[in-house]
């Protein structure tokens, strides 16, 4: 392919790139007047009515209703400062990389080409379509997350109890035998003795205090009768006798023998000198 060729190749390139700019550029052009109609509507409208309102009133002064084509709208103004302050950073950065391009190539000897700086216009025109680059990746992430989760709430299969397994693991475990349990301290606690023991100390304890407990005599070889009943004296259990005209109550744990006088239990125990033992 020769030169000339390659030339007008890059120039129809060029060309049609330059086509479609101003393509996009007219169609941005007219959203943009039919925007700005709309709000200069809106304001004329607004203006309308509060001149009417205060038309009556002394001092008023009516707003002043500018032709279309100077009227500019608040979010116009913002964004013709926000879009000049861009364009002038923009500017300046061509310029530095531009001012340090040159310093390179003059050091080297090398011819400088410096980088074209595009009109206000160009540049509002690719800001607008890296706009539109972004927030077409970010609508279709979104749409790829509600997809996704729309999958996996169809797929989602909430976790079930499994009773079989239990069941099996229960049997299976009933199948052990474990011995009981024992424990291996000896009882040390004073047990509950019977009646005929209870009989045995009482007839010691009359032995040995016959004449402390009131009688002339020696008594213990007399009928010692059990009454059939408990009753619990000084926080003692106890079990009830007679003998010789009197009412004993012995401490089951036969930890003490108590006698009756006037109907009613002395608080002072009875009790054996541990020696002439009757059995």
């Known amino acids: 392919m020769s030169k000339e060729s390659k030339l007008e190749k ?19 052009a007219v959203k943009a007047d039919k925007k700005h109609e709309k709000e200069y509507n809106k304001f004329v409208k607004s203006a309308n009515k509060k001149n009417s309102k205060g038309a009556d009133k002394p001092g008023f ?3 002043v209703i500018p032709p279309i084509d100077e009227f500019q709208s608040k ?9 000049d302050k861009a364009y002038a950073s923009y500017v300046k950065k061509i310029e530095k990389k531009n001012a340090k391009m040159e ?4 050091k080297k000897g090398k011819p400088f080409v410096p980088l074209a700086i595009p ?7 690719q800001e607008n379509k890296s706009r539109k680059v972004f927030g077409m990746i970010v609508l279709i992430l979104l749409l790829w997350l509600v997809i ?10 909430p976790l079930t109890h499994d009773t079989n397994t239990e069941e099996t693991t229960a049997a299976s475990d009933s199948s052990y035998d474990y011995e009981a349990y024992s424990n291996p301290h000896e009882i040390t606690t004073t047990p509950d003795y019977s009646v005929a023991e209870a009989t045995d100390y009482l007839r010691q304890v009359i032995h040995d205090n016959y004449k402390v407990i009131g009688y002339s005599s020696d008594v213990s070889n007399s009928t010692i009768t059990y009454t059939g009943r408990k009753s619990v004296v000084n926080n003692a259990n106890c079990y009830i006798f007679t003998c010789s005209g009197k009412t004993y109550a012995v401490s089951i744990k036969l930890s003490a023998c108590y006698v009756s006088n006037d109907g009613s239990f002395d608080d002072n125990p009875l009790t054996f000198n541990n020696t002439n033992y009757l059995w």
Do not use: G, H, N
């Open 10 to 28: 890059k120039e129809a390139k060029a060309a049609k790139k330059a086509a479609k700019a101003e393509k996009v550029a007219q169609k941005a």
């Open 61 to 63: 002064v009516p707003i």
């Open 75 to 83: 979010r116009e103004i913002k964004l013709e400062k926000a879009t």
């Open 103 to 106: 310093a390179k190539c003059a």
């Open 119 to 125: 009109s206000r216009d160009e540049f509002v025109l």
């Open 148 to 157: 996704y989760f729309i999958v996996m709430w169809f797929l989602y299969s």
